[in-house]
Nanobody, 119 residues
Framework: QVQFVESGGGLVQPGESMKLSCTTS?????????????MTWWRQAPGKERELLML????????TIGESVKGRFTIARDNGKEMIYLQMNDLEPAGTAVYYC???????WGQGTRVTVSS
């Protein structure tokens, strides 16, 4: 079973940056090759549905899906470590949410990491 552990969240002030990490496990046992799998970052703000923010394909090309983060967020992957990252710049209060990583289409969800953007 593939599992995801998100980390790096916390409290930041508007305009600051933060980098999230996603540690994965179970790909080999599940007979899924991490390096060939499209990976994604999502977030769920209080009272809202989970939304897809960004994806990165097997060749390392990232794509921004969420219009609200365009130009400010960057996705990256390390196939050797089977990890993905989300660099978030110029954070806004609307970025307050629990952030999740997953495959695309998504498998079971991890616990996420909470990001609070507030002064």
């Amino acid at each position: 079973q593939v599992q995801f552990v998100e980390s790096g969240g916390g409290l930041v002030q508007p305009g600051e940056s933060m980098k999230l990490s996603c540690t994965t496990s179970g790909f080999t046992a599940s007979e899924i090759t991490f390096s060939q799998t499209t990976m994604t970052w999502w977030r769920q703000a209080p009272g809202k549905e989970r939304e897809l923010l960004m994806l990165i394909d097997s060749s390392g090309v990232g794509e921004t899906i969420g219009e609200s983060v365009k130009g400010r967020f960057t996705i990256a992957r390390d196939n050797g470590k089977e990890m993905i990252y989300l660099q978030m710049n110029d954070l806004e209060p609307a970025g307050t949410a629990v952030y999740y990583c997953n495959t695309f289409p998504p498998l079971d969800w991890g616990q996420g990491t909470r990001v609070t953007v507030s002064s």
